[in-house]
């Protein structure tokens, strides 16, 4: 595994060690996901608050709740999820380089790029499609927890599936286009 910038990579290269120039639709992506992924951070201080009031309730005064459980997990899903596009924007996923971390740059470009055409973007597109159905019924239904005292909304955490595809196929257009940019020039 290497998560490591290799030291002869250029200044602009990221964890991968591929040097990859923006583009527009990259640097729109980008904008969207990095505010995605603040809001996501800050579900993070939330979900500790959350966090800390569920502990105090239960061991100072005797008193849990299921509904602040539910939302424990509930935060830390969605902030999960939401997470998910900004890790892989900025290239903080774990990546398996053994092998291409040896080949030469324009090779490592076209394993980038078919690795997002044939996978990354199939994977997304189809957990959208069965997510969407899924999703659609939860909200049809108005689910809710199954827990007495629990939420009322479960078709909202369950919109975050889908949601958290989307960002991360827009993350593969925006990962493609400045591959494909690379590879052929154009910005």
């Known amino acids: ?14 964890a991968s ?6 583009t527009a639709l990259s640097r729109g ?4 996901i990095t505010g995605v992924g603040e809001f996501a951070s800050a ?7 959350v966090i800390v009031v569920q502990v105090v309730a239960r061991y100072a005064f005797g008193k849990g709740s299921i509904m602040m459980e539910e939302l424990q997990w509930h935060l ?11 890790t892989e924007m900025r290239e903080r996923n774990v990546r398996i380089d053994v092998l291409a971390e040896n080949f030469r740059p324009r090779t490592r470009l076209w394993i980038e ?7 990354f973007l199939p994977f ?10 899924f999703t659609a019924t939860s909200w049809n239904l108005s689910e809710v927890s199954a827990a007495p005292g629990g939420l009322p909304y479960r078709w909202f955490i369950k919109s975050f599936i889908v949601s958290a595809f989307v960002l991360l196929a827009l993350v593969g257009l ?11 020039g154009g910005r």
């Open 43 to 49: 579900l993070w201080t939330v979900l500790v608050l």
């Open 124 to 133: 997304t597109l189809i957990v959208i499609w069965y997510g969407l159905p």
């Open 76 to 86: 830390y899903a969605i902030g999960f999820m939401l997470g998910l596009s900004f």
């Open 174 to 184: 925006g990962r493609l286009s400045r591959v494909w940019a690379a590879l052929f």
């Open 29 to 32: 992506i980008d904008r969207l």
């Open 1 to 14: 595994m290497s998560t490591a910038v290799s030291p002869d990579a250029p200044s602009n290269a990221g």
């Open 113 to 119: 790029l078919l690795g997002t055409l044939l996978l």
């Open 17 to 22: 060690g591929i040097a990859l120039p923006t």
